[in-house]
T-cell receptor, first 113, second 114 residues
Framework: DTEVTQTPKHLVMGMTNKKSLKCEQH?????MYWYKQKAKKPPELMFV???????INESVPSRFSPECPNSSLLNLHLHALQPEDSALYLC????????????FGPGTRLTVT | GENVEQHPSTLSVQEGDSAVIKCTYS??????FPWYKQELGKGPQLIID?????GEKKDQRIAVTLNKTAKHFSLHITETQPEDSAVYFC?????????????FGQGTILTVHP
């Protein structure tokens, strides 16, 4: 089973709202990733968690705040977003940071109004 | 850093024909090359990958070839079906790094006409 789940599927939020995206995997993977994908573009890496610790932050604005409560869960907290942050947010996981088969979830379609 | 170029950006074929998508990479240290298929409204799905110690890999109707000297790799889909219609992304990475960053190509929109 290579399933990564993400909730919610769709999210509409105002620029003053605070919301969170959730990602879950039960494959025992120890690396988890957040990507942002704009229409007709490839995914862009935002954050990497390795053994529940933040390993990589690709210069993402502080209005995006990741959290990894345990090895199965990954959250992305959103606050004071801009309309240009509207995109598909993808979570992925990999067996370990050194292995590179990344499995993606279905994504959360975020619209900032 | 690594740069991956992917061609063509769109590809239209008739059902039953073959489709070929090509990617080139810039960093000779890259040694892992996955291909992802993304259908409308879904996340990317890993369909096949290849490591640099292998020249070709097949899985039913899909195959990937790698030319390390020329730094390019290709996806081949034979006997295409309408359900193969999707956006395909190639990517490159370096095994052995601590976090496995994938550098993606810009994508190819494949349309298979019945």
């Amino acid at each position: 089973d290579t399933e990564v789940t993400q909730t919610p599927k769709h999210l509409v939020m105002g620029m003053t709202n605070k919301k969170s995206l959730k990602c879950e995997q039960h494959m025992g993977h120890r690396a988890m990733y957040w990507y942002k994908q704009k229409a007709k573009k490839p995914p862009e890496l935002m954050f990497v968690y390795s053994y529940e610790k933040l390993s990589i932050n690709e210069s993402v604005p502080s209005r995006f705040s990741p959290e990894c409560p345990n090895s199965s869960l990954l959250n992305l907290h959103l606050h004071a977003l801009q309309p240009e942050d509207s995109a598909l947010y993808l979570c992925a996981s990999s067996p370990s940071p050194g292995k590179h088969e990344q499995y993606f979830g279905p994504g959360t379609r975020l619209t900032v109004t | 850093g690594e740069n991956v170029e992917q061609h063509p950006s769109t590809l239209s074929v008739q059902e039953g024909d073959s489709a070929v998508i090509k990617c080139t990479y810039s960093d000779s240290a890259s040694n892992y090359f996955p291909w992802y298929k993304q259908e409308l409204g879904k996340g990317p799905q890993l369909i096949i990958d290849i490591r640099s110690n292998v020249g070709e890999k097949k899985d039913q109707r899909i195959a990937v070839t790698l030319n390390k000297t020329a730094k390019h790799f290709s996806l081949h889909i034979t006997e295409t079906q309408p359900e193969d219609s999707a956006v395909y992304f190639c990517a490159a990475s370096m095994v052995g790094t601590s976090y496995g960053k994938l550098t993606f190509g810009q994508g190819t929109i494949l349309t298979v006409h019945p």
